[in-house]
C-alpha cells in the first residue's frame, strides 16, 4: 500500500530553534509539494518541486524557510529560527507528475508543529 | 493573487439529504479543478476532480458541476451519509503545471 510518510508527526519546540520536517514520496512520484494548514489561512502552498528541482516557492518565507530534495526518496523543510506564528499543521504530497493526465497529489499524515 | 473562494464555510445536513459546496474562481489559466476530502488527523485525500472541458462528471454519489463562463463548479452529495462528515476543499491546478490552489474549505456534518 504505496504512501506518503511524514516524520516526526508531532513536534514541539521553543521559538529560535531550528526545525526539520522530512517526507517521503511515494516510489515513482516525480512532484512532491509542501502545503502548511492553519485554521485562518487553509491550505497554503509553501513549495513545490519536479524531478527533485525546485519550481516554485513563492508561498515560503525566504528568510526562514528552506526546501530541498536531496533524492528522489526524501524532501526536507526546514525553518530556522522558528517563530510561534509557524505552528501549523505541514503536509508533503506527492504526485505522478504527468501533464494533463492523473495530477492527484496524495498526501502524507502530516507533521504538527507547534512552536511556543 | 490567484484565488479560489469556497463557500459555505459550514454546512449539516440531514441523512440522505443532497449536500452542495460552491467554488468560485478568478483565473481563467486553471485547467484541473479536483476536490479533496479530509477527515480529522488526516491528510486530504481526492474525492473527484474535473477538467474544464466537461460541465458534469459522476462518481456514485458524488457529482461535479462545472460552469466555464461563471469560473464556477460546485460538489454535489447526494444521499449524504454520516461517513461523508469531514472537510471539503475545492482546489485549482495552473494550467501546464502542477501549483495548486486550495479553498478555505467547508466543515460538512450528515446529521443520522
Known amino acids: 500500500d504505496a504512501r506518503v510518510t511524514q516524520t516526526p508527526r508531532h513536534k514541539v519546540t521553543e521559538m529560535g530553534q531550528e526545525v526539520t520536517m522530512r517526507c517521503q514520496p511515494i516510489?515513482?512520484?516525480?512532484?512532491v509539494f509542501w502545503y502548511r494548514q492553519t485554521m485562518m489561512q487553509g491550505l497554503e502552498l509553501l513549495a513545490y518541486?519536479?524531478?527533485?528541482?525546485?519550481?516554485?516557492d513563492s508561498g515560503m518565507p525566504k528568510d526562514r524557510f528552506s526546501a530541498e530534495m536531496p533524492d528522489a526518496t526524501l524532501a526536507t523543510l526546514k525553518i530556522q529560527p522558528s517563530e510561534p506564528r509557524d505552528s501549523a499543521v505541514y503536509f508533503c504530497?506527492?504526485?505522478?507528475?504527468?501533464?494533463?493526465?492523473?495530477?492527484?497529489?496524495?498526501f502524507g499524515p502530516g507533521t504538527r508543529l507547534t512552536v511556543l | 493573487q490567484q484565488q479560489v473562494k469556497q463557500s459555505p464555510q459550514s454546512l449539516i445536513v440531514q441523512k440522505g439529504g443532497i449536500s452542495i459546496i460552491n467554488c468560485a474562481y478568478e483565473n481563467t489559466a486553471f485547467d484541473y479543478f479536483p476536490w479533496y476530502q479530509q477527515f480529522p488527523g488526516k491528510g486530504p485525500a481526492l474525492l473527484i476532480a474535473?477538467?474544464?472541458?466537461?460541465s458534469e462528471k459522476k462518481e456514485g454519489r458524488f457529482t461535479i458541476s462545472f460552469n466555464k463562463s461563471a469560473k464556477q463548479f460546485s460538489l454535489h452529495i447526494m444521499d449524504s451519509q454520516p461517513g461523508d462528515s469531514a472537510t471539503y476543499f475545492c482546489a485549482a491546478t495552473q494550467a501546464g503545471g502542477f501549483k495548486t490552489i486550495f479553498g478555505a474549505g467547508t466543515r460538512l456534518f450528515v446529521k443520522a
Open positions: 518541486f519536479r524531478n527533485r528541482a525546485p519550481l516554485d
Open positions: 516510489l515513482g512520484h516525480n512532484t
Open positions: 474535473i477538467r474544464p472541458d466537461v
Open positions: 504530497a506527492s504526485g505522478l507528475g504527468v501533464y494533463r493526465e492523473k495530477d492527484t497529489q496524495y
